[in-house]
């Protein structure tokens, strides 16, 4: 039987985990995460329904009733004027058509139910406070170097270390993720805090010139959700933009409602948004990436959970159906490539979308308004 060491213990390695030891032809699993404890605080993510039928295949959607949010539609909002653009409805006929419905939850409670499941099976080892410096080829296998001082080798290895991917670098040698200049600020507040101003029933997504606001409820109902964003002006290869003051200035116009949201959000930590153009390949001899590591998207369109998690049921079909490791190798690069590589592009395109001003904004606006709330056609190559 083949050993598998999977690099990184977030959505991705953990989803790979899970996925491998189904297959049948992986035995021991090693999952090295270099956190002290494996977990994430973090804050919400939008689940579609390709995101929950990748977790159903991992055992990993029943139950999720217990965390899980279903909002009832998804609403753009003009965060200047706080009129209503559009919206999607993703209630009955949204299930309907999908068979799945869209779901909110918070992320440490994700990570909670895919560490729980991995922790069923014996053949998984998970290990924290492990930080891998390198990989590389190795015969019919790859080696692991750790910071531990470890040299571990497996027959085959999982790059699912994220956005700075260590082993990314080793197979391709890219440099850094490249950044559009838009920086990220996100956190929770208790319900009970804000269900003067809050929308329970809704994802909102206030969009505006460079910048946007999404809020929706998560963990039944008890916590809100916000991310909000915006285009710096003073973006420099240096670290200082995208601070609070310039946060404050960039919402000054907006609207009373994305004001008060704004003043809610949490100002501990910003997340410079970067991603990278997609390439053609994820795998170099029995080493192969997945997920951030593999396809860094902006999170406009709240798909990088959720191809991340169709990579790990991707791999691990292929590893169950070829006997040879390089031929499936092959085979998940193949499956997986084209079509991560289109939500990569689909982002960075909706950005543009949410950010645009003037007689751009005007001409979406106009566009937006008269389509149906239950039309689908844009969503179902990716939901379908
Ligand atoms: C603001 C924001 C909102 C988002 N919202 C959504 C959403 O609504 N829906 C959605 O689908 N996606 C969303 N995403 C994207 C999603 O969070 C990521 O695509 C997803 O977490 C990728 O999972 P991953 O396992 O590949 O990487 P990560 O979650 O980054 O996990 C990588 C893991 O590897 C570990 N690691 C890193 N380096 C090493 C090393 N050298 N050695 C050992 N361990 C290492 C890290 O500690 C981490 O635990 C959002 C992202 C952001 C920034």
């Not at 922790?119 to 930080?131: G, P, T, W």
Request: with cysteine; proline share 4%; charged share 25%.
């Amino acid at each position: 039987m083949n050993e598998a060491i999977i690099v990184g213990g977030g959505i991705g390695g953990l989803a790979a985990a899970i996925a491998l030891q189904k297959s049948g032809s992986v035995g021991r699993i090693q999952v090295l995460e270099q956190a002290a404890e494996f977990g994430e605080l973090g804050a919400g993510v939008q689940l579609a329904p390709n995101a929950l039928r990748a977790l159903q295949a991992l055992g990993v959607y029943e139950g999720i009733d217990r965390y899980a949010v279903y909002p009832r539609r998804l609403v753009m909002m003009d965060a200047v004027t706080g009129s209503f653009i559009t919206a999607l409805d993703v209630g009955a006929p949204f299930r309907e058509r999908f068979g799945m419905p869209y779901l909110l939850m918070h992320r440490g409670d994700l990570l909670r139910m895919l560490i729980d499941r991995a922790k069923q099976f014996d053949a998984i080892e998970l290990r924290s406070a492990v930080h891998v410096t390198g990989v590389e080829p190795d015969g019919s296998g790859a080696r692991v170097v750790a910071a531990t001082g470890e040299d571990l080798r497996g027959d085959l290895v999982v790059g699912a270390d994220g956005l700075r991917s260590v082993v990314r670098t080793c197979l391709l040698g890219d440099a850094r993720p490249v950044s559009g200049g838009c920086v990220a600020y996100r956190g929770t507040v208790p319900f009970d805090h804000v269900a003067s101003i809050a929308d329970g029933d809704d994802v909102l997504l206030w969009v505006g010139p460079g910048m946007h606001l999404v809020q929706y409820p998560i963990r039944r109902g008890e916590l809100y959700n916000q991310v909000v964003t915006f285009r710096s002006e003073r973006h420099s290869p240096d670290d200082d933009w995208g601070t609070e003051d310039e946060l404050d200035e960039r919402f000054a116009a907006a609207c009373d409602a994305v004001r008060a949201g704004v003043d809610l959000i949490d100002r501990g930590r910003r997340w410079k948004l970067v991603d990278r153009d997609p390439v053609d390949s994820w795998v170099r001899g029995r080493i192969a990436l997945i997920g951030d590591a593999a396809h860094p998207m902006v999170q406009y369109v709240g798909q990088g959970a959720a191809q991340t998690l169709e990579d790990a049921v991707s791999l691990s079909a292929a590893v169950g159906a070829e006997p040879d490791l390089d031929t499936a190798l092959a085979r998940y690069q193949r499956e997986r490539v084209p079509r991560a590589s289109r939500v990569q592009g689909m982002a960075r395109r909706f950005g543009e979308v949410l950010h645009a001003g003037g007689m751009a904004a005007t001409m979406r606006d106009r566009l937006l308004t008269s389509r149906s709330h239950a039309d689908y056609s844009e969503i179902e190559w990716l939901y379908g």
